[in-house]
């Protein structure tokens, strides 16, 4: 961006069904990411080369309800209607822009954002679901979610999560407040709800899959604490698949509008 360039900046807010894409971020050449399809479909309408911040790197198969993102463009002219209906037509049908409004040159979707809040949702049958198998990770075994929900209350609060993140987390800060961890009943259905300002890589389907184990009886929700004072994974479990896993909502201090 040059010095005296005349642009406008945009936030915008996108739903996505993430099963096909390698996650948010843009990757290497051919490569199909969520956020090069938005990138895409953004500079047909607006002829314009158009590169998108984004609030969260979603995996490779989460989703996404309330993905936030911001841009510039060097096209001053479009009216935001026009933009909205034109990008949606440019895009695959399992990606959808919401909303888009201007906002100041300083939003930044990321380092702004308060509270990311994710859902990762159970199918608790023995039959899985032919509609919903790409969005609810099936688990066919008995699950005792009064175990699973003592377990989510010691998340709860300032812990060091350092035991619940990939071996290619590069995050040096490991010390993280959990606004809110819990579970609500749609029988079969069960969703656990996970409130935080940012989260460590896998972060989330670790703490899934171990819930899954203290459901079904094979760890106690003891385990949580024991690997919160000891930053170490002291047992072997699976992660919980990304397809369960969606980013729901991205709050911020302002309602961010073009004037803050």
């Not at 953004?42 to 979603?58: F, H, N, V």
């Not at 699950?143 to 590069?170: N, P, V, Y």
């Not at 989260?199 to 819930?211: D, K, P, S, T």
């Amino acid at each position: 961006m040059k010095s005296g360039d005349e642009i406008r900046f945009f936030q915008i807010e996108i739903e996505y069904d993430g099963v096909d894409y390698a996650g948010w971020q843009a990757q290497a050449t051919g490569i199909r990411t969520v956020q090069t399809q938005v990138e895409k479909a953004l500079g047909e309408i607006l002829c314009d080369s158009i590169r998108c911040l984004a609030a969260g790197r979603t995996d490779t198969g989460v989703h996404a309800k309330g993905q936030v993102a911001s841009f510039y463009t060097r096209n001053t002219s479009i009216e935001e209607k026009r933009l909205l209906v034109g990008v949606n037509r440019y895009l695959p049908p399992d990606i959808r822009v919401l909303s888009i409004r201007s906002c100041s040159r300083s939003f930044d979707p990321r380092g702004d954002a308060r509270v990311r809040w994710y859902r990762y949702s159970i199918l608790n049958r023995p039959v899985a679901s032919a509609l919903d198998r790409n969005r609810l990770y099936h688990v066919p075994r008995f699950l005792d979610w009064s175990r699973i929900e003592t377990a989510l209350s010691l998340l709860q609060g300032k812990h060091d999560f350092s035991a619940f993140r990939s071996s290619r987390c590069g995050a040096t800060r490991t010390l993280l407040t959990m606004r809110e961890a819990s579970h609500t009943n749609e029988h079969p259905v069960h969703h656990i709800d996970f409130k935080c300002r940012s989260f460590l890589h896998h972060m989330i389907r670790i703490l899934v899959g171990l819930l899954v184990e203290v459901g079904t009886g094979k760890q106690s929700p003891e385990i949580f604490r024991e690997m919160l004072q000891t930053g170490k994974r002291t047992v072997h479990f699976r992660n919980a698949p990304p397809h369960g896993l969606t980013l729901m909502h991205v709050e911020y201090a302002t309602d961010m509008d073009g004037d803050s």
